[in-house]
């Protein structure tokens, strides 16, 4: 038989929760703050570099593209979190909070594909496709390319530039942008059901709108199949990394990768116009931009590079690639 005084003892942490619950239900939610977002499989990101994943079920026009949100709890769910003291610790279960989202998973072997014109006639496809995961940047053309730059996508970032370039042709028409919008659904046809992930600030120059509306368009008119994701803040690693100015889009990728993958292998990052034994190297693998400054005022690719290069010396799980592949 239970004894009388634990009878008692149960009685009063009723009467105390109650008695909690009516005092915290004057406030209608409760902040949660959090330093790491988990997954289902207990695998944590820090938030600043989270990338939120909409489930695919998620119709565009439901996209909030909330960020710097932390979860807000109930009374009754402050109150379980805290009678389990659960509500103090910093890594939250993403899913208990949001349920329209997802984090990624973590990955053994990555490629991060630059388009550096270093990775014409590189031979390195077959390998890149053979990376558990692979990231891309700004719709670069795969079509034509494969044997370089292979043809596997698992997330593709957009910059703020690459994103308004294509709300404008998917927007505005003129005299040939059926064939600019031809070449870009070509090229997120090879993205084949992957991610199309904006990682900076959704406020700035109508990010979101223009984001929801090439989503839209993909979706819609043209019924092709892409997932859509964001960062839970605006990518700014520029202090952390000792950067004098804005990091690229190829540098942005590596430091949101270095918390996903165990592996990491980059190509296509060379800022150089010459190799070393002055032959001279295109821009981009698939075209040349003529008087390309590498360091200006808004990036400094020689900086990065130095960067990317210390830490595959001095880092087992960092290559970087700047031979040909066979």
Request: charged fraction near 20%; glycine fraction near 4%.
């Amino acid at each position: 038989m239970v004894s009388k005084t634990r009878w008692r003892q149960v009685g009063i942490l009723m009467c105390a929760s109650f008695s909690l619950y009516v005092v915290l239900s004057y406030q209608q939610t409760y902040t949660k703050t959090c330093k790491r977002l988990c997954n289902t499989l207990n695998e944590c990101f820090k938030i600043n570099q989270a990338v939120l994943i909409y489930n695919n079920d998620v119709d565009e026009k439901k996209m909030s593209f909330k960020q710097n949100q932390m979860p807000e709890l109930s009374p009754f769910q402050y109150i379980t979190e805290f009678l389990s003291g659960s509500f103090n610790k910093r890594d939250c279960l993403l899913n208990s909070y949001f349920s329209d989202i997802q984090l990624p998973t973590m990955q053994h072997t990555c490629a991060i594909v630059a388009s550096g014109g270093i990775l014409r006639g590189s031979n390195c496809g077959d390998e890149i496709n053979r990376h558990d995961f692979v990231f891309r940047a700004n719709l670069a053309p795969i079509q034509g390319y494969t044997a370089d730059v292979g043809y596997k996508t698992n997330i593709t970032m957009l910059n703020l530039e690459s994103l308004a370039r294509i709300y404008r042709n998917f927007t505005e028409k003129t005299s040939d942008s059926h064939v600019v919008e031809d070449m870009i659904l070509n090229r997120i046809r090879f993205l084949n059901d992957s991610i199309l992930w904006f990682g900076k600030s959704m406020q700035r120059q109508d990010a979101k709108i223009k984001l929801k509306k090439v989503i839209e368009v993909i979706r819609k008119k043209h019924n092709l199949p892409v997932r859509v994701a964001y960062s839970w803040k605006s990518i700014s690693i520029e202090r952390y990394w000792k950067l004098l100015h804005h990091a690229t889009t190829g540098f942005n990728m590596y430091a949101v990768a270095a918390q996903i993958c165990d592996n990491i292998a980059l190509y296509g990052f060379y800022p150089y116009s010459e190799l070393d034994d002055g032959s001279h190297i295109q821009h981009h693998y698939y075209g040349d931009l003529k008087h390309f400054f590498y360091r200006s005022h808004v990036h400094n690719m020689p900086l990065e590079f130095s960067k990317l290069q210390n830490d595959a010396m001095t880092k087992d799980n960092v290559r970087l690639i700047t031979k040909p592949c066979k």
